[in-house]
């Protein structure tokens, strides 16, 4: 099924997208680490904990996310209508089969980690199991997936650092501001500077993820809307997640809404004042596209 995989396997638009969010964060990285060396601190320093932290962050971090979303590996006996769902996706997309988690919560969402296609896992909540019908389930499991065959998964969690070195060297100006400059004028010029071009970063890295966030949904819907055939299924799905996670208590998504960006639909509030930079398109948006891939795919479309 190679050529299956390969009509909607990589997305242009997506893998350009990736591309340019990579090399500008990258530069805005060197910005950060001349405005420290600058700063007088030292730069093997710098360097060492810089690649310490990627290393981790690049290897641990889909560990830490499923621990922190209380997320479980299932087998094939615990949850055999989702592992068929999966394993007959993955054969139709010619993709290693992941690992299979779910979410003891009752919110109904699905999410896809890793920092490979090799170790990805693909998560669904117990209350998304619960609450749709076997072709929405396929939908929104053939979405997590597309997000693992575009790799956009990775290159979110590679990006994502660049916004946490940028908040951590924030805190540790302000708190341990002694540790960045030699003299009392000079230091407190050498902390200001830091402070001002980690702020910077950090806005920055923040609205390049959110807009790469938010076309990656895009690309992950088309995928699944052609991998299955049935676009509608997905739109059903969507809309039955998004009603129902408007009427869950805002504490009860408190936990999940850090790793919102990595949800099929967003673990938050609709009136939360983060949606003014939300980290997925509208939902009116997403269900007019897959209108019109269903129209297509009908043979009535333009």
Same mark, same amino acid.
């Given at each position: 099924?190679?050529?299956?995989?390969?009509?909607?396997?990589?997305?242009?638009?997506?893998?350009?997208?990736?591309?340019?969010?990579?090399?500008?964060?990258?530069?805005?990285?060197?910005?950060?680490? &001349?405005?420290?060396?600058? %700063?007088? $601190?030292?730069?093997?320093? *710098? @360097? /060492?904990?810089?690649?310490?932290?990627?290393?981790?962050?690049?290897?641990?971090?889909?560990?830490?996310?499923?621990?922190?979303?209380?997320?479980?590996?299932?087998?094939?006996?615990?949850?055999?209508?989702?592992?068929?769902?999966?394993?007959?996706?993955?054969?139709?997309?010619?993709?290693?089969?992941?690992?299979?988690?779910?979410?003891?919560?009752?919110?109904?969402?699905?999410?896809?980690?890793?920092?490979?296609?090799?170790?990805?896992?693909?998560?669904?909540?117990?209350?998304?199991?619960?609450?749709?019908?076997?072709?929405?389930?396929?939908?929104?499991?053939?979405?997590?997936?597309?997000?693992?065959?575009?790799?956009?998964?990775?290159?979110?969690?590679?990006?994502?650092?660049?916004?946490?070195?940028?908040?951590?060297?924030?805190?540790?100006?302000?708190?341990?501001?002694?540790?960045?400059?030699? &003299?009392?004028?000079?230091? %407190?010029? $050498?902390?200001?500077?830091? *402070? @001002? /071009?980690?702020?910077?970063?950090?806005?920055?890295?923040?609205?390049?993820?959110?807009?790469?966030?938010?076309?990656?949904?895009?690309?992950?819907?088309?995928?699944?809307?052609?991998?299955?055939?049935?676009?509608?299924?997905?739109?059903?799905?969507?809309?039955?997640?998004?009603?129902?996670?408007?009427?869950?208590?805002?504490?009860?998504?408190?936990?999940?809404?850090?790793?919102?960006?990595?949800?099929?639909?967003?673990?938050?509030?609709?009136?939360?004042?983060?949606?003014?930079?939300?980290?997925?398109?509208?939902?009116?948006?997403?269900?007019?596209?897959?209108?019109?891939?269903?129209?297509?795919?009908?043979?009535?479309?333009?």
């Amino acid at each position: 099924m190679a050529s299956k995989r390969s009509a909607f396997g990589r997305d242009g638009g997506l893998q350009v997208r990736m591309g340019f969010t990579m090399f500008l964060l990258g530069l805005l990285y060197v910005v950060l680490v &001349g405005a420290l060396i600058a %700063a007088s $601190a030292s730069a093997v320093t *710098i @360097v /060492v904990i810089a690649v310490a932290l990627f290393g981790f962050q690049l290897v641990a971090s889909d560990k830490l996310a499923l621990a922190t979303l209380g997320a479980h590996e299932v087998s094939e006996s615990d949850e055999p209508e989702l592992h068929a769902v999966i394993e007959r996706l993955c054969i139709q997309a010619d993709l290693p089969k992941p690992r299979v988690a779910v979410i003891e919560a009752r919110m109904p969402n699905a999410c896809a980690l890793g920092r490979s296609q090799k170790s990805a896992t693909v998560c669904a909540t117990r209350g998304l199991l619960q609450m749709l019908e076997p072709a929405e389930l396929e939908g929104v499991m053939a979405h997590e997936l597309s997000h693992v065959i575009h790799r956009d998964v990775m290159v979110m969690t590679i990006a994502s650092f660049f916004a946490t070195i940028a908040a951590l060297i924030i805190r540790f100006a302000f708190f341990f501001g002694g540790g960045f400059g030699g &003299g009392d004028r000079n230091e %407190a010029e $050498a902390i200001e500077l830091v *402070i @001002v /071009v980690s702020v910077l970063v950090y806005a920055l890295s923040f609205l390049l993820l959110r807009a790469l966030s938010r076309y990656r949904e895009f690309a992950a819907d088309r995928g699944s809307a052609i991998l299955t055939g049935r676009p509608s299924a997905l739109a059903s799905a969507l809309l039955k997640i998004s009603g129902t996670i408007e009427r869950i208590p805002r504490n009860d998504l408190r936990t999940a809404e850090g790793m919102s960006a990595f949800f099929i639909v967003p673990a938050r509030a609709k009136n939360s004042m983060m949606n003014l930079f939300a980290d997925h398109p509208p939902l009116e948006q997403r269900l007019a596209a897959l209108s019109r891939l269903e129209a297509q795919l009908q043979g009535t479309g333009h």
